[in-house]
């Protein structure tokens, strides 16, 4: 009997080892957002055991659904994957030449003793801070000034892809920041309204697309309630070349739910609905709800090329957190443009 209990419990064991999905310990993983919490297990109904930061690395032990099992300094905890980028081991073996020196990006960026998240934090370093580049080692970079030596992890320092502002020259985009005034849209988990975070990142985007040279005009320049009749009227008298709206989404009763979707309404919008949701999900790694037709009025009865974006879960606390940060906020704005560059480009 104890023999035949023996075999189960083995068999057990190597069934769970099997049907659980694992992570290489050598993946990486990058937070992207500020007080995104770390949990003792896989679950928001685990305790906080600590929180970490924009751009801090951790070394990824495994996988369960959504949580990301990650090794702390002295000690292991989970983090819900919406507020990770992961790089894997197989996208760390390519050989680059070095640059002769680097700029850190992003303030509060980790340098560690050594090239791992394995070795401890030496120092953060700020914005603007200028290093030597001594050698490149898997992907960290060894650097130096005057004052420090140690490792930087390479996808924290290596620049994106900008668009080309003569993609956007002379193209008019009307940017619609959903809700305003007496109508505050969704309300988040910690009592957030939609308008506002969304008023926030039309505001990110408008200055973005400025810069890129678009003619730029929105619907609501400021917390005040506009008719979605009066938001429609104002884009097909401006002939827009593309509309946009903005938004974010809210299920209390299923505060676990996350991800970024994309509506058009005629069929030839599609494609502008295609390519700014597959840049979005590039540029923020959320989870794809993918693009679908929506029969909302600010795209009914516009005349003009329109999408309207649902840009993430204010009713999921963590992803709350993570869409009202600065970083998340540019992440958003970045894949947005570079979707809006890929339609312009295709036509």
């Keep these: 009997m104890y023999l035949r209990k023996l075999r189960i419990t083995v068999c057990s064991i190597m069934i769970w080892l099997f049907l659980t999905p694992m992570v290489s310990y050598a993946d990486t993983a990058i937070i992207k957002g500020d007080n995104v919490n770390i949990r003792n297990g896989p679950g928001t109904n685990y305790q906080t055991i600590g929180q970490a930061g924009t751009n801090d690395t951790f070394s990824i032990i495994q996988r369960q659904g959504e949580w990301i099992h990650v090794q702390l300094e002295n000690d292991t905890g989970w983090i819900i994957e919406t507020y990770?980028?992961?790089?894997?081991?197989?996208?760390?073996?390519?050989?680059?030449?070095?640059?002769?020196?680097?700029?850190?990006?992003?303030d509060h960026t980790q340098i560690r003793n050594g090239p791992?998240?394995?070795?401890?934090?030496?120092?953060?370093?700020?914005?603007?801070?200028?290093?030597?580049?001594?050698?490149?080692?898997?992907?960290?970079?060894?650097?130096?000034?005057?004052?420090?030596?140690?490792?930087?992890?390479?996808?924290?320092?290596?620049?994106?892809?900008?668009?080309?502002?003569?993609?956007?020259?002379?193209?008019?985009?009307?940017?619609?920041?959903?809700?305003?005034?007496?109508d505050v849209g969704a309300i988040g988990s910690s009592n957030i309204?939609?308008?506002?975070?969304?008023?926030?990142?039309?505001?990110e985007l408008a200055q973005e697309l400025t810069m890129l040279g678009s003619d730029v005009r929105i619907t609501r320049p400021r917390d005040m309630f506009v008719s979605l009749g009066s938001r429609v009227s104002f884009s097909n008298m401006v002939k827009t070349d593309v509309f946009i709206s903005i938004h974010y989404n809210s299920v209390p009763e299923l505060p676990e739910v996350t991800g970024i979707e994309s509506y058009y309404y005629?069929?030839?919008?599609?494609?502008?609905?295609?390519?700014?949701?597959?840049?979005?999900?590039?540029?923020?790694?959320?989870?794809?709800?993918?693009?679908?037709?929506?029969?909302?009025?600010?795209?009914?009865?516009?005349?003009?090329?329109?999408?309207?974006?649902?840009?993430?879960?204010?009713?999921?606390?963590?992803?709350?957190?993570?869409l009202r940060t600065t970083i998340y906020q540019k992440e958003l704005v970045s894949g947005i443009v570079n979707g809006l560059a890929k339609y312009f480009a295709s036509k």
């Design 193 to 203: 309204f939609e308008k506002d975070i969304a008023f926030l990142t039309a505001q």
């Design 266 to 322: 005629q069929e030839a919008n599609n494609q502008l609905a295609a390519s700014i949701q597959s840049e979005l999900i590039k540029a923020t790694d959320s989870k794809d709800r993918g693009t679908t037709h929506g029969d909302f009025l600010v795209l009914r009865q516009n005349l003009q090329a329109s999408v309207l974006v649902e840009l993430g879960f204010i009713s999921n606390p963590e992803q709350e957190s993570s």
């Design 116 to 182: 791992s998240t394995e070795y401890k934090i030496a120092y953060f370093a700020e914005k603007g801070s200028s290093f030597q580049v001594i050698s490149v080692e898997g992907q960290w970079y060894e650097i130096q000034n005057k004052n420090i030596h140690g490792y930087v992890y390479k996808p924290l320092i290596d620049k994106v892809e900008v668009p080309s502002s003569s993609t956007f020259k002379n193209k008019t985009i009307v940017i619609d920041a959903g809700h305003g005034g007496r």
């Design 84 to 106: 990770l980028s992961i790089i894997e081991d197989n996208e760390q073996s390519t050989v680059d030449t070095p640059p002769e020196s680097i700029t850190i990006p992003n």
